[in-house]
């Protein structure tokens, strides 16, 4: 199989649902290639799952760069989207810097979250040519502001304000659009609405495919599990087991 491209992801629309995990790291990058996903996200979850922040906008730029690097060098078919981290996009200038060095650091794709907060920034950055995928609903980025994660879209302000942002960003020529924790008939409403794919994350099953964080799928992170998430494992108790299996051998000298 060869690359694939951000056009073919926004060809999957109404033809096959589109399966979307995060890659942090190599051995992940190798195994979701090795299973034939067609994208991965270097997602900025990389900071609360990985680097063990207590949300998103501790990330930086260095941090995303060096976990592109570590997925892009499994060489995988899929899609690289790496997220551009909190205040990134400040200008459109930076916007525009800031997404070529992570396509430098092996990135396919970026992805931002919001519109209307910045505009000039995500047309700067797809008037570059730089493959963009959105971010709409919940926006982990905003969480100091919001002060908890909610279902977006259930108030008609935030519907009008979904589905304008989600046609700006199809306009614009985004191909891909993550909604998150958006209410279901929303984002039903918004997959219709618009030629991009839509990827739910907690936004029912009406969406064009579906992204979950590689941790939270198969329990590797055993101290918070996303309530819309039903792990496939338990791989934290897996490796507690192994652990206590293999210091009982040390200690009896058995190993």
């Excluded at 908890?148 to 989600?166: D, N």
Aim: net charge neutral.
């Amino acid at each position: 199989m060869g690359k694939v491209s951000a056009a073919e992801i926004r060809a999957f629309k109404g033809r096959e649902r589109l399966p979307v995990l995060t890659a942090y790291d190599y051995p992940m990058a190798r195994l979701l290639n090795e299973l034939g996903l067609p994208m991965i996200l270097v997602g900025d979850s990389l900071g609360m799952v990985v680097l063990g922040y207590p949300d998103t906008t501790h990330v930086g730029m260095a941090d995303m760069e060096h976990h592109v690097r570590a997925v892009a060098r499994a060489e995988p078919a899929a899609l690289i989207v790496a997220d551009l981290p909190y205040g990134s996009c400040e200008t459109e200038m930076l916007a525009v810097q800031n997404s070529r060095r992570l396509l430098a650091a092996g990135a396919d794709a970026v992805k931002a979250e919001g519109v209307l907060d910045h505009e000039a920034s995500v047309q700067a950055i797809l008037a570059a040519g730089i493959p963009f995928m959105g971010h709409l609903g919940m926006l982990p980025q905003s969480i100091r502001k919001e002060g908890a994660y909610r279902i977006k879209g259930k108030k008609s302000s935030e519907r009008e304000r979904l589905l304008q942002e989600a046609e700006l960003l199809d306009r614009w020529g985004a191909f891909a659009v993550v909604l998150e924790l958006v209410d279901p008939a929303v984002a039903g409403a918004v997959t219709e609405r618009i030629d991009a794919v839509t990827i739910g994350i907690g936004s029912g099953t009406d969406c064009d495919g579906q992204i979950l964080v590689s941790h939270d799928l198969v329990g590797g992170f055993p101290w918070f599990t996303p309530r819309f998430v039903r792990p496939r494992l338990d791989v934290a108790a897996q490796i507690r087991r192994a652990v206590e299996a293999w210091r009982r051998d040390v200690r009896a000298g058995k190993s």
